[in-house]
């Protein structure tokens, strides 16, 4: 790991290969917070030749590093930073995929709030889903008992859902 918050080195790479796999025009991604996972994104986008990333950050402070390190990087071109609220960012567009690594009690709210606009193939990712890390967990779980997502949950060191809508996949 590269910090306490910071997705786990593995994730890292399941994000970037997941983007180079699926080939996404639009990421959406919750909690910034270092930059480090968006700069990972962004790498897959690149590799691709194409589609973008939207991060949000609401903290202020995490936000201006965050900035500092992606306009650092060399990808910024792939990247677009936003401080604002999960819950009240707007989205333009269909979501390929959606990595939601924001506060944890949020995180079953932002899926809902996402879904509508979430490509019925495209993928959800949940970071924190471990056991003990309970809340993350049973936001997906309920979400699926709830018939809007299929889970699939990854032991991961902190945990990590894959999950897809069920509505309209055939």
């Not at 910090?3 to 025009?25: C, G, Q």
């Not at 809902?112 to 924190?128: A, E, W």
């Not at 779980?141 to 990590?160: A, C, F, N, W, Y």
């Amino acid at each position: 790991m590269f910090d306490s918050m910071t997705a786990e080195a593995e994730v890292l790479e399941f994000l970037r290969t997941v983007v180079t796999t699926i080939k996404p025009e639009l990421v959406v991604e919750t909690g910034t917070f270092s930059g480090i996972s968006t700069l990972w994104i962004a790498e897959g986008l690149k590799a691709n030749g194409r589609g973008r990333v939207i991060s949000c950050e609401f903290d202020r402070e995490i936000y201006e590093n965050a900035k500092v390190r992606i306009q650092a990087s060399g990808l910024a071109e792939w990247i677009e930073l936003r401080r604002e609220s999960s819950l009240e960012m707007k989205v333009e567009g269909r979501i390929d995929l959606l990595f939601s690594d924001s506060d944890m009690p949020i995180r079953e709210q932002e899926i809902r709030r996402f879904l509508p606009q979430i490509n019925p193939y495209g993928l959800i990712l949940m970071h924190d889903a471990s056991s003990h890390l309970k809340i993350v967990r049973e936001a997906a779980l309920k979400l699926e008992q709830d018939g809007l997502i299929s889970v699939v949950l990854m032991p991961t060191p902190r945990g990590l859902v894959v999950a897809q809508r069920r509505e309209e996949r055939k």
